[in-house]
Structure formats: C-alpha cells, structure tokens
C-alpha cells in the first residue's frame, strides 16, 4: 500500500471508477445503480481514495438535491428539523445529500472512510450548504454520530440475494 490521497474527482476515469466502485458495493446487490440518479456537472460531486492512481474508495455528494417534500425521507427530516426550530423550506435551497461511501475492504478500518467524509463536508461547507443529509448504513453510524448528525428515520433496502438492511436517515445543520 503506498500513500492514500484523498481528492475530489476531476477527470472523466476519475469520476467513472468512483461510480463503479459505489455501484458495485452500495447498489447493484438491490438491483439498481447509479445510473437511478441525474448527475449534473455543476451539482454533484465525487471524492475519491485513490493508492498508487487506483481509486480505492469512493462518495458521492449532490450540491443540488431534488427535494421532494411529499416522500417520507422528507417528510420525516422535515419534522425533525421542526423541533430545533428549522424548517426544510427554509433550508433546501442549503441542502446538501451525501451518499455512497465505500471502500475497498481491505482499506477499511485505516481512517480512509473518516477522511472522505470530512472531504465531503468541507465541500458543502465552501458551496455554503447549511444543511447535510444522508441515508447510513448500520456500519457507518458511529463516523455520523462522532461528527454530531441526527437521526430523523429509517428504512429497509432488500437486496437480490434476499436479505434485508435497515438504513438510518441522519441530518447535519452547518
């Protein structure tokens, strides 16, 4: 293993190897991809681990989400905010989604997931997001609670092989 550089990914093998690594850890085993979701040039951003050129890890953060208040993600986010004195009107404009971390495994547990993250929301923070929003897996939950995120709601993601994993929906005012 040499040096671990952390960076936004700027080139087209940049950004197609984090959308292949995040596709085949995070989405083609529910039968979708991110091929689900629209990626704009100016909106979404990738990060990438990369060792010795090779990306090794990936996340995906949008600066311009579709916030739709009729689905129960926000619905529930926006009820939550509520009793800290914030509405999601106010603040979608300001809002920021993360999603996506992964590593290849034998990278894990080395800070590299931690340093992605901090990657992300040093992003969102320069693009003046005042809002960050994410869907976690239950691995991931103590990265989000270290870095003071709320959780607002869960759900169920089923997987082709049959099982089932629960997602904790966690929030971030900045």
């Known amino acids: 293993m040499g040096k671990i550089i ?11 190897s984090a959308r292949e690594i995040i596709n085949k850890e995070l989405f083609f085993p529910t039968g979708r991809s991110l091929q689900d979701f629209t990626d704009t ?6 990060v990438v681990a990369k060792d010795r050129g090779k990306v090794i890890g990936a996340g995906r953060l949008s600066l311009c989400p579709t916030v739709n208040g009729s689905s129960d993600f ?11 004195n914030y509405k999601l009107e106010e603040l979608k404009d300001d ?3 993360m999603s996506g971390i992964v590593l290849e495994p034998s ?10 993250y901090e990657w992300r929301e040093s992003i969102a923070q320069k693009n003046k ?4 929003v994410s869907r976690i897996r ?3 939950w103590n990265i989000y609670t270290h870095r003071s995120y709320t959780e607002f709601g869960s759900d169920e993601i089923k997987f082709l092989s049959g099982g089932v994993m629960t997602r904790k929906w966690v929030y971030k005012i900045i």
């Open 6 to 16: 952390i960076e936004t990914a700027n080139s087209k093998l940049d950004i197609q």
């Open 41 to 46: 040039k100016e909106g979404v951003f990738y």
């Open 74 to 84: 926000w619905k529930a986010l926006n009820q939550s905010l509520s009793s800290v």
């Open 95 to 97: 809002t920021a989604v």
């Open 107 to 116: 990278y894990r547990g080395q800070g590299i997931g931690s340093k992605l």
């Open 129 to 132: 997001k005042k809002l960050i």
């Open 138 to 140: 239950p691995d991931a």
